[in-house]
């Protein structure tokens, strides 16, 4: 099978809220057997893969963890919610204006980051670039899932002992190999970008192409290297 599916399966019976012992006799197996499954110490065969998928709703796809759709279905660009049409009249709230600011902030120069990665044309480095942001987000959302003491443990397949670690080497990676292409250096699989004058930018710039966004962007890279705390030595 592989190492998604005893993580999913366990989850899945955790979400119905019923116990080991019910799921095994409504699947046709032993409480045993099914223990051993959700444990990966033993394969399932596929017919009890598809009892499974018809027992949870769910497809045989997401069972093995090879998409993240509980159907089965593939996501498409246009599948993707827009959140500027999706999230209505934003609500300040008992939260304050700081995390409209902030998102916005964010939003904003995200929407000018992957403008220049499109006039790049270049696959590797637009994928690096998304793969490090995502990261970001994914470490951030693990922090406020570990905050919640009644969150279900299962929802992720890297262990909270180790993700850490983990992710800071897969960012260092994306990143190392987005300077890299970016820079017209090739990479094992990874195609250097060709024509550098995408990347050319510069505040004057900025303000002249994005006149929405580049005032969010200046205000990030000063919010940030505020946060870095970076005090030059004097020569």
């Known amino acids: 099978m592989n190492s998604d599916f005893p993580r999913i399966l366990s989850l899945l ?15 046709l197996i032993s409480q045993a057997l099914l223990s051993h ?30 998409t993240p759709d509980r159907k089965g279905s593939t ?12 999230s209505g009249r934003e609500n300040v709230g008992a939260g304050g204006v700081l995390p409209v600011l902030n998102k916005k902030l964010i939003a904003n120069s995200l929407n000018i980051v992957f403008d220049i990665l499109r006039r790049t044309n270049n696959k590797a480095l637009t994928n690096e670039v998304s793969v490090f942001l995502m990261i970001a987000v994914y470490r951030m959302l693990r922090v406020l899932h570990a905050a919640g003491p009644k969150n279900q443990a299962g929802m992720f397949r ?5 993700c850490p670690q983990y992710a800071d080497s897969a960012m260092q990676i ?24 995408s990347l050319v930018f510069n505040t004057e710039m900025l303000g002249q192409t994005y006149p929405v966004y580049s005032s969010s962007m200046l205000n990030l890279i000063k919010t940030a290297e505020n946060r ?3 005090t030059p030595t004097k020569q």
């Open 228 to 230: 870095i705390d970076f």
């Open 13 to 27: 019976r955790k979400e119905k809220g019923i116990s080991q012992k019910l799921a095994a006799e409504q699947l």
């Open 174 to 197: 994306s990143e190392a190999n987005a300077g890299a292409v970016a820079k017209g250096f090739a990479m094992p699989g990874l195609e250097p970008v060709k024509d550098k004058s």
């Open 158 to 162: 890297i262990p909270a002992h180790c």
């Open 75 to 86: 996501l498409t660009v246009e599948d993707i919610p827009d959140p500027e049409i999706t």
């Open 37 to 66: 499954y959700e444990k990966g110490i033993r394969e399932c065969g596929l017919d009890f893969l598809v009892r499974c998928a018809d027992f949870y709703d769910v497809s045989c796809d997401y069972l093995l963890g090879r």
